[in-house]
């Protein structure tokens, strides 16, 4: 479609001397396939809309690829030839392979990610699953554009909270142990078991408060450099970050840093002085500030003189901006933390960063039906749980459908956490999603299932294509126009879209756009499959009709890819 927006903007720009020209997609097909809305023109020459429109299209200078132009209202609408839009699309599609849909549009500049960012010490959470999600297909669009994003996992690795578990695992934990028994459960399940040392400790502490001094004074050691806290503290880091990596390799992400809380420690007090320096701060209640108007401010330093969870934030984005010197740096974070955002932000652009620099890319909840979730009160839902039940789910269902078929187990992985990702990146981030496991696997619902099954399905009609002789004498591309049908152009028009999808998915930073499209286009097929025969077609229009699902494949493969769920060929 590209070839064609281009053609009759040139067109456009002639005969109206304006630049800034955007064309729209009618929202019927009926309608045309590219709209100009005339009414921005209306201020500009003093006419009424459908008057510029009526002249435009008298002075338009029809020529292929332009078939026709019609006036509907105050838009210009245009249809575009079928058999030239179907034959560039495939042929687009075919010599770029899983490279169509990109482009260069970020020319290597540099943009941060922030995502993720589990607490160590504590099993990898579901509501830490929408940033790592969210994020992971940012990252991959970004790429796909040749942007250079660089992901980074700002663990939750520092923190009074570790006070409370050094504290906690003296206590309770091996080292207080007169056998072997606590000592094996910590080494069964590392993570699991401090957590729930951290679960014991919140409920101890509520019958007896002098816990909670006692975690504060633990932190205190480990802040001052303690050697005993420090061993344990790099202990549940390092056991932490291998749990995590196996869950990260599952959900096939990779970030460039594990640059944590901790990491900014030796750079705090210098960025304190910056903003001294430059005197935006002020003493308040013995507390450092920096005062931001129309917001509360932003809190250097407590009244103890301890540095803040902002103070970190500075330094982290000081720091990356001096270590990758980026276009942007972008925060994939819940929407509960859209103020300390607004803060941060402000509070950098005073010291002379630009604002746009910065962008909080925020979200709302991921709920199950029996509500949120607390890691203090020990009812945490575990990333591992929720995948592990959808893979078996995902196997029930192939042993019930195809019980068959090989490899049946690699590829309930392949579909059970794929239906975890696609059931939360369908829906637009910044709301709430409610996990629901009655839709998340069906075949044929809004689900990665429902794509997947699509795709494995066109995998099958062209295995079966490869014994028809007819394919070994046709030459491809030459019946173009025999994909004239609805369905077909249905599909034509889905994938002519594809390009522009992924541009509109990486500048909104919301991977549901692409998600959607994916669901579009598996539905286009299935309707095609269902209406329009292929294997038993005549030859001219089987031939065809198979270089369209190997279209259909080839880009339903790469908008799963950019969502971070992979494909499978039987399902």
């Known amino acids: 479609m590209k070839t064609f927006y281009k053609t009759i903007l040139k067109e456009l720009t002639r005969i109206t001397d304006l630049k800034d020209i ?33 002249k435009l299209a008298k002075d338009f200078n029809i020529k292929m690829p332009v078939k026709e132009i019609k006036v509907v209202g105050s838009y210009l609408n245009f249809y575009v030839d079928k058999t030239a839009l179907t034959k560039e699309t495939l042929k ?72 409370k578990m050094i504290y906690a695992y003296q206590k309770w934990g091996p080292p207080s142990a007169n056998d072997n028994s606590e000592k094996e459960k910590f080494k069964r399940a590392p993570i699991s078991y401090l957590y729930s040392l951290y679960v014991k400790f919140h409920q101890e502490a509520k019958i007896n408060p002098e816990l909670e001094k006692h975690g504060k004074e633990w932190f205190k050691k480990l802040e001052e450099g303690d050697q005993k806290a420090t061993k344990l503290w790099e202990m549940f880091r390092k056991l932490s970050l291998n749990e995590f990596k196996r869950y990260y390799e599952e959900l096939n992400i990779n970030f460039d840093s594990y640059s944590g809380e901790a990491f900014y420690n030796k750079m705090l007090e ?5 903003f001294e320096k430059k005197k935006l701060t002020e003493i308040s209640e013995n507390a450092l500030i920096v005062p931001l108007r129309d917001m509360p401010p932003l809190m250097l330093k407590k009244s103890d003189k301890a540095t803040t969870y902002a103070t970190r934030d500075l330094a982290a984005a000081m720091f990356r901006i001096k270590e990758y010197k980026p276009e942007k740096l972008l925060y994939v974070v819940g929407t509960p933390q859209q103020l300390h955002f607004q803060q941060l932000f402000t509070t950098l652009n005073m010291a002379g960063y630009k604002k746009e620099m910065f962008e909080h890319i925020n979200f709302g909840h991921l709920n199950f039906k029996d509500g949120k979730m607390s890691t203090r009160d020990g009812n945490i839902i575990f990333l591992k749980e929720v995948l592990d039940k959808s893979i078996q789910l995902a196997l029930q269902t192939i042993k019930n459908k195809n019980p068959d078929l090989k490899n049946k187990e690699k590829v309930a992985k392949v579909i059970g956490i794929g239906a975890v990702i696609f ?35 066109i995998c099958s009609i062209l295995r079966k294509s490869e014994n028809k002789p007819v394919r070994k004498i046709l030459g491809k591309g030459k019946h173009y126009n025999l994909l004239s049908g609805e369905q077909e152009q249905k599909i034509i028009k889905l994938l002519a879209n594809f390009p522009e999808t992924v541009k509109e998915t990486a500048a909104a930073y919301k991977p549901s756009i692409l998600a959607r499209y994916s669901l579009d286009l598996a539905q286009a097929f299935n309707e095609f499959y269902h209406a329009c025969p292929i294997l038993k077609a005549q030859p001219e229009q ?22 971070g769920i992979d494909v499978v060929e039987e399902m």
């Open 542 to 563: 089987m031939h065809i009709r198979l270089e369209l699902i190997e279209s259909v494949k080839q880009v339903l493969k790469t908008s799963m890819y950019l969502l």
């Open 92 to 163: 687009n599609i075919q010599k770029q392979k899983e490279k169509y849909g990109s482009q260069n549009i970020g020319k290597r500049k540099k943009i941060v990610i922030d995502f993720s960012s589990p607490n160590i010490a504590k099993p990898f959470g579901i509501g830490h699953l929408r940033s790592t999600v969210i994020g992971n297909s940012i990252y991959r669009t970004l790429a796909f554009l040749n942007y250079k994003p660089i992901g980074v996992n700002h663990l939750g690795d520092w923190g009074t909270q570790f006070g």
């Open 270 to 274: 210098k960025t304190v002085k910056v």
């Open 423 to 457: 059931a939360d990146l369908c829906n637009d981030r910044i709301k709430d999603v409610i996990f629901d496991w009655d839709k998340i696997l069906n075949y044929e619902g809004e689900t990665a299932p429902y794509i997947q099954y699509a795709y494995a399905r």
């Open 22 to 54: 955007k064309l729209e997609t009618p929202p019927d097909d009926k309608l045309g396939d590219l709209a100009f809305p005339c009414f921005q023109l209306s201020k500009q020459l003093k006419k009424a809309p459908k008057d510029i429109a009526e």
